[in-house]
C-alpha cells in the first residue's frame, strides 16, 4: 500500500478562519439587518495603481507577438526585476545584495514554506509565539515540529519564543541550542518591530551557533519611522546566518497577482554547502517561474510614478492604522503595533479571552477582528485588527467599539 506523509495527519484543522467564519455566519443568520464590518481580513482592497496595469497590458500586447512573446522564463525571475530590485530595495539603502542572490517567486507563503527543502529533519525550529502560521505548519509537514500537544496547544519538537508585553514582543534567545529561526518584522500579528540593536544579537548568536534565519518582511514597506530596519541585511553578520524574505503583494496590491522574492546570499554556507545553490537548484526543480506578464507589473512599482503610485495606497492604509489605534487607545484599551505595520494588536480589557472579546465585538459592534489566540498560545488576550480595509468603513468600526465600551 501506498504510505503517505504520516506528518499530515498530525495537523490540527485550520481552526481559526474557519471558526471565525463559523461564528459570524451565524451571527448574520440570526441578524440579517447587521451591517458587518470586516477588520480581520489580511488582504489588501485598493486596485492596483495604473502603473502596475500600464505595465501588465502593454506585456501583455507583447506576449500577443512573434517578437515579444515569452514561454517558459528563467525559473530565478526575469533579469530586468532583479536588477530593480537589487537597485531600489537594497542599493538605495545602502545594502549590498546583487540580482543573483535574488530569487523572484510566486509568494512568501510558499517560499517561507518551501525553504524548509533545502534543511534536514533534525533541526531544531524556532518560532515566535504568537506566529505566522505558515513557519509553523510546514515545518511539521516536514517532520521537523514532533507532535501537537493538544492541551497546550504546541509543537512537542519546536521552540517557542513567546513575544508578550513584557519583552515588548521581541523574542529573547532561547536556553537550547536552535538551528532555524524564523523572524518576521514588522510583525505579523502583533504589528510591533525590532530595531537594529536587538535583530543584531540574533545575528551574532546566528553566526555563533551557525544557525540559520529566516527573516520575513512582507510588511516592510509598512515602516515609517526612521530606524527601524526594513531588512535583515542591515545587520552586520546577516550575510553570513540569513535568508530574507519579501512580497509585492501588501507593498503593491499584488495579493492576487502572486509575486514576492527571496534573497540567499553567496557566503550563506552551511555542512560545505551554499545555500543559494541550494535554492537554486531547488527552484529549478520544482518551480517554473512567475508570468512574464506579472513581473513586468512587479518591475513598474520602482519607476518613479509607480513608486509614488503605491506608495499612496500604503498612505491610506497606514492612515487606517492611525485611526485604529488613535481611536481604540483613547477609548481606554492598551494597542501595540500600527505605527510601522498595517495591523493593530489590542490587548482585551480585564484579560477577558480573546474568543470572548471577539465575540462582543461581533455581536455588539458588528465588527469582525481575529482573536489573537489564534496565533498561538501567547496571543491569548490579544485581538488583531487590520488596516487593509475602507477608510470610512475603519473609522466606523472604531466609533462601534467606543459606543461598545461605553455602554
Ligand atoms: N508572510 C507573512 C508574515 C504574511 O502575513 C503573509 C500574508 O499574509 C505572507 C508572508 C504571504 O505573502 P504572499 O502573499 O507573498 O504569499
Not at 496590491?253 to 543559494?276: I, Q, S
Amino acid at each position: 500500500m501506498t504510505q503517505i506523509n504520516q506528518n499530515f495527519l498530525k495537523l490540527p484543522g485550520s481552526y481559526l478562519f474557519s471558526e471565525i467564519a463559523r461564528r459570524v455566519s451565524a451571527y448574520t443568520s440570526a441578524h440579517p439587518e447587521a451591517k458587518m464590518i470586516r477588520l480581520g481580513i489580511g488582504d489588501v482592497t485598493r486596485p492596483l495603481v495604473p502603473a502596475v496595469i500600464a505595465a501588465m497590458h502593454s506585456a501583455v500586447d507583447e506576449m500577443g507577438t512573434f517578437e515579444g512573446f515569452h514561454g517558459y522564463g528563467p525559473e530565478q525571475g526575469y533579469e530586468f526585476l532583479r536588477n530593480a530590485i537589487a537597485e531600489h530595495d537594497y542599493a538605495a539603502r545602502g545594502i549590498d545584495i546583487q540580482p543573483n542572490e535574488i530569487f523572484i517567486s510566486d509568494g512568501a507563503k510558499s517560499d517561507c514554506g518551501n525553504i524548509g527543502d533545502i534543511f534536514g529533519p533534525d533541526n531544531v525550529v524556532a518560532v515566535c509565539d504568537p506566529v505566522y502560521p505558515v513557519y509553523v505548519d510546514t515545518n511539521a509537514m516536514a517532520g521537523r515540529a514532533g507532535d501537537f500537544q493538544e492541551e497546550i496547544g504546541r509543537w512537542s519538537k519546536l521552540v517557542y519564543m513567546p513575544c508578550v508585553e513584557e519583552n515588548g514582543f521581541t523574542p529573547e534567545l532561547p536556553k537550547e541550542k536552535v538551528d532555524m529561526i524564523y523572524l518576521c518584522y514588522p510583525n505579523n500579528p502583533t504589528g510591533t518591530v525590532a530595531t537594529k540593536e536587538q535583530l543584531k544579537v540574533w545575528v551574532d548568536y546566528a553566526n555563533e551557533h551557525q544557525s540559520i534565519i529566516l527573516f520575513d518582511s512582507a510588511y516592510e514597506a509598512f515602516v515609517t519611522e526612521e530606524n527601524v530596519p526594513h531588512s535583515i541585511f542591515e545587520i552586520e553578520g546577516a550575510r553570513t546566518c540569513a535568508i530574507e524574505f519579501r512580497s509585492f503583494s501588501k507593498t503593491a496590491g499584488f495579493t492576487g497577482n502572486r509575486c514576492a522574492y527571496t534573497v540567499v546570499p553567496m557566503e550563506l554556507e552551511r555542512d560545505g554547502a551554499k545555500l543559494n545553490s541550494l535554492w537554486n537548484r531547488r527552484q529549478c526543480t520544482k518551480f517554473n517561474g512567475v508570468p512574464y506578464v506579472i513581473q513586468r507589473g512587479a518591475a513598474a512599482i520602482y519607476t518613479e510614478e509607480g513608486k509614488a503610485q503605491i506608495r499612496e495606497n500604503i498612505a491610506y492604509y497606514q492612515n487606517n492604522a492611525k485611526v485604529i489605534l488613535e481611536g481604540l487607545t483613547e477609548a481606554g484599551l492598551t494597542c501595540y503595533g500600527g505605527v510601522n505595520a498595517p495591523y493593530i494588536w489590542m490587548k482585551t480589557p480585564d484579560g477577558v479571552g480573546s474568543w470572548e472579546f471577539f465575540d462582543r465585538i461581533l455581536q455588539e459592534a458588528n465588527v469582525v477582528t481575529t482573536p489573537g489566540a489564534g496565533f498561538g498560545p501567547s496571543g491569548e488576550g490579544y485581538i488583531r485588527l487590520t488596516a487593509f480595509g475602507d477608510a470610512d468603513a475603519t473609522r466606523e468600526a472604531v466609533d462601534r467599539i467606543k459606543k461598545m465600551l461605553k455602554n
